[in-house]
């Protein structure tokens, strides 16, 4: 099913959200890492394969990539990495105490920064369940 295409007009404010968050604060190899990962733990082979090859072009390396899974123990990652991911991971599962998160997050990103690693892992979820559940397998 061509979502994009049936439902063109919400689907473009989901794509222009998306975009925005292409602007500076945040890095684009963080950006695409938390896609990587909300993708793999949503189970969203599409977007899996859609974030590793954007994350490759951003060189971002392949070890880095393939230690995603582990990077709470990984030494390729930086703290503020491992907060915007353990955020993100958070956020996927909806587990942990999110004040104590945020304070962590705000210990390397700036409330703008938090807001839009915030925005980047909830869209993520939202392209993650249309590919998901209306993509041709």
């Known amino acids: 099913m ?5 439902s063109k007009d919400t ?8 975009r925005s968050l292409h602007d500076p604060p945040l ?11 909300v993708s793999q733990i949503n189970g969203c082979d599409y977007c899996c394969n859609l974030h590793r090859n954007e994350a490759l072009k951003l060189e971002v390396s ?11 123990i990984s030494s390729l990652f930086s703290d503020a990495e ?3 991911l353990k955020w993100a991971e958070s956020l996927t599962n909806l587990d942990g105490n999110k004040k104590v998160q945020r304070t ?6 700036s409330e703008r920064e938090i807001v839009d690693i915030t925005i980047c892992i909830s869209l993520m979820h939202t392209f993650n369940r249309l590919a998901i559940s209306m993509r041709d397998e």
């Open 27 to 37: 890095a684009a190899e963080l950006k695409a890492l938390i896609k990587l990962s």
């Open 104 to 109: 962590e997050l705000s210990k390397h990103f």
């Open 11 to 18: 689907i473009g404010h989901l794509y222009a959200g998306y």
């Open 62 to 72: 392949k070890d880095k990539i393939e230690s995603l899974p582990e990077f709470t």
């Open 2 to 6: 061509d979502y994009a295409k049936i």
């Open 82 to 84: 491992k907060e915007a």
